[in-house]
């Protein structure tokens, strides 16, 4: 088993990454591949699944996003590949903020995030979560990087951000700072 994997990046693909250890590419499947630059070093928390039919790998910037995403995928009903674009949307804190409050609108806002599933989340999850520890991390802290991962992962182009990342203020909560920034697009 794999806690995690240092090497350099060489490679982004839509959905995952390859990343070199040693002369080794690992094919690493991650939320949002765009927050990785090729030819940088990286320290990647791994998650592997091996199944019948599959021996993949799941990465994650923070030990706080896979610890997340193990109690993700613990939920029945929602496997690994639903489970990234979780990631890749929302912040650690807000999913865990919309979890603990049954917040199902919220939860239903993800792809292939229903009602029926929504609900399954709030009830194998409320109450387990506090044991992550999301203080305040590098990766955690609010940035116009995030917000821009954000918006990208909803199918906005980087070139339309660029003027409404600028208004936008990064003080804020990201959710907050989504709002804001979905409001200045649709003008």
Known sequence: ??????????????????????????LIYVSNPY???VGQEYKVFIYQKVAEDENSL???????????????????????????PILAV??????????????????????????????????????????????????EVTTENELKEVLIGLGYK???LKPVLAKVNTSLPIEEQVKDALKLLLR
């Open 58 to 84: 799941y990465g994650f910037k923070t030990n706080e996003e896979k610890d997340l995403f193990l109690k993700l995928i613990s939920v029945k009903g929602l496997g690994c590949k639903m489970a990234l």
């Open 1 to 26: 088993m794999y806690d995690y994997i240092k090497g350099t990046i060489t490679c982004l693909k839509n959905n995952a990454i390859v990343l070199d250890n040693n002369g080794v590419g690992y």
């Open 90 to 139: 929302g912040s650690i804190n807000g999913i865990m903020d919309a979890i603990e409050r049954e917040n199902v609108l919220y939860l239903k806002k993800f792809p292939k995030i229903g009602d029926k599933l929504a609900k399954q989340i709030v009830l194998d999850l409320k109450g387990k979560l506090e044991f992550i520890g999301v203080g305040i991390s590098e990766d």
């Open 158 to 160: 980087e070139k339309e």
């Open 35 to 37: 927050s990785f630059e």
